[in-house]
């Protein structure tokens, strides 16, 4: 943080804001900012206003201003609401927010929720944690914070984030239907407190009575389980296609037809019919909330 000589005002420098850096491999961010930062440089201009005297309006230093409006760094949202008014863009600029928003998500994800937000069905199996789509951001960020090699906060907040927003597929109309199977362990397990496992055994038991939900647990006690061969993700689109992909099929990477596809189709299917019924599996979520 720097303070301006002339106003007094503290403003923002680079380490201020770590992690909003532009990733350079990714293409499409990259020309997103860039265009961002074109438009604010363009604006700030035609009103005759100089980068330093921008910076003070927005509460910037000099040099950020500088690196946003060169495509270097990916301006906050609340950056862009500040600079619209400063700038009389009239929510031009403003309006840039949710494409920037997705450029903060990894480019992974990105790739991932374009796919989910297109899928009529969903066939989900996760043997290590909750999955995802079904975690609260608390429990989220607690697993994220266990990683090692360690995040660094803002990597963390910036997965969090992009987690949150695959959750939108809760919402669409029509809704997709959505089948999940989680593994017992991974609800008795109090990863970040018990306070959090509260929280998110809770959430299950709403996602759960979502009527395009089917939720069901893997007890541990069974004898037979299709599943140790690792996760299952397959997707199904309104054309009759589909996507799956899993660790073990194909080196974990997307497979859209043929024996790779079936297998993973089979393998889910024996996983659900061996894993509790969801009636079954809402009772012993509540059992767990209730121990907890």
Same mark, same amino acid.
């Given at each position: 943080?720097?303070?301006?000589?002339?106003?007094?005002?503290? &403003?923002?420098?680079?380490? /201020?804001?770590?992690?909003?850096?532009?990733?350079?491999?990714?293409?499409? +961010?990259?020309?997103?900012?860039?265009?961002?930062?074109? =438009?604010?440089?363009?604006?700030?201009?035609?009103? +005759?206003?100089? *980068?330093?005297? $921008?910076?003070?309006?927005? +509460?910037?230093?000099?040099?950020?201003?500088?690196?946003?409006?060169?495509?270097?760094?990916? !301006?906050?949202?609340? $950056?862009?609401?500040?600079? /619209?008014?400063?700038?009389?863009?009239?929510?031009?600029?403003?309006?840039?927010?949710? /494409?920037?928003?997705?450029?903060?998500?990894?480019?992974?994800?990105?790739? #991932? *929720?374009?796919?989910?937000? =297109?899928?009529?069905?969903?066939? &989900?199996?996760?043997?290590?944690?909750?999955?995802?789509?079904? =975690?609260?951001? @608390?429990?989220?960020? %607690?697993?994220? #914070?266990?990683?090692?090699?360690?995040?660094?906060?803002?990597?963390? @907040?910036?997965?969090?984030?992009?987690?949150? *927003?695959?959750?939108?597929?809760?919402?669409?109309?029509?809704?997709?239907? &959505?089948?999940?199977?989680?593994?017992?362990?991974?609800?008795?397990?109090? &990863? %970040?407190?018990?306070?959090?496992?509260?929280?998110?055994? +809770?959430?299950?038991?709403?996602?759960?009575?979502?009527?395009?939900?089917?939720? =069901?647990?893997?007890?541990? /006690?069974?004898? @037979?389980?299709?599943?140790?061969?690792?996760?299952? @993700?397959?997707?199904?689109?309104?054309? %009759?296609?589909?996507?799956?992909?899993?660790?073990?099929?194909?080196?974990?990477? !997307?497979?859209?037809? %043929?024996? !790779?596809?079936?297998?993973?189709?089979?393998?889910?299917?024996?996983?659900?019919?061996?894993?509790?019924?969801?009636?079954?599996?809402?009772?012993?979520?509540?059992?767990?909330?209730?121990?907890?």
């Amino acid at each position: 943080m720097s303070v301006d000589g002339e106003t007094g005002v503290r &403003l923002k420098n680079e380490a /201020d804001e770590p992690g909003w850096e532009v990733d350079p491999d990714d293409d499409w +961010g990259v020309a997103v900012i860039t265009t961002v930062g074109r =438009q604010l440089k363009l604006r700030r201009e035609a009103v +005759g206003m100089r *980068a330093a005297d $921008f910076g003070v309006a927005v +509460g910037y230093g000099e040099d950020l201003v500088y690196k946003i409006e060169g495509g270097k760094r990916i !301006p906050r949202p609340e $950056f862009l609401d500040k600079a /619209d008014e400063v700038l009389g863009a009239g929510g031009l600029l403003s309006a840039m927010k949710e /494409d920037v928003a997705k450029v903060r998500y990894p480019k992974k994800v990105r790739e #991932l *929720a374009k796919l989910e937000a =297109q899928a009529v069905e969903f066939q &989900l199996y996760d043997p290590l944690n909750i999955h995802g789509l079904l =975690q609260t951001p @608390e429990y989220a960020r %607690g697993l994220l #914070l266990m990683r090692r090699p360690a995040y660094s906060p803002d990597e963390v @907040e910036r997965m969090v984030a992009g987690r949150m *927003a695959r959750k939108s597929v809760f919402e669409r109309d029509p809704v997709p239907e &959505l089948s999940f199977v989680l593994e017992e362990w991974t609800l008795r397990r109090p &990863l %970040g407190g018990r306070t959090l496992l509260r929280a998110q055994l +809770g959430h299950l038991l709403e996602v759960a009575h979502r009527r395009n939900v089917e939720l =069901q647990v893997m007890p541990m /006690d069974r004898e @037979e389980h299709a599943g140790v061969d690792g996760g299952i @993700e397959v997707l199904k689109f309104a054309n %009759g296609s589909a996507v799956g992909r899993s660790p073990v099929v194909a080196n974990g990477r !997307p497979v859209t037809e %043929g024996k !790779p596809l079936h297998i993973l189709e089979l393998r889910y299917g024996i996983i659900r019919a061996q894993a509790l019924t969801p009636r079954e599996s809402t009772a012993l979520i509540e059992r767990l909330l209730g121990e907890t």
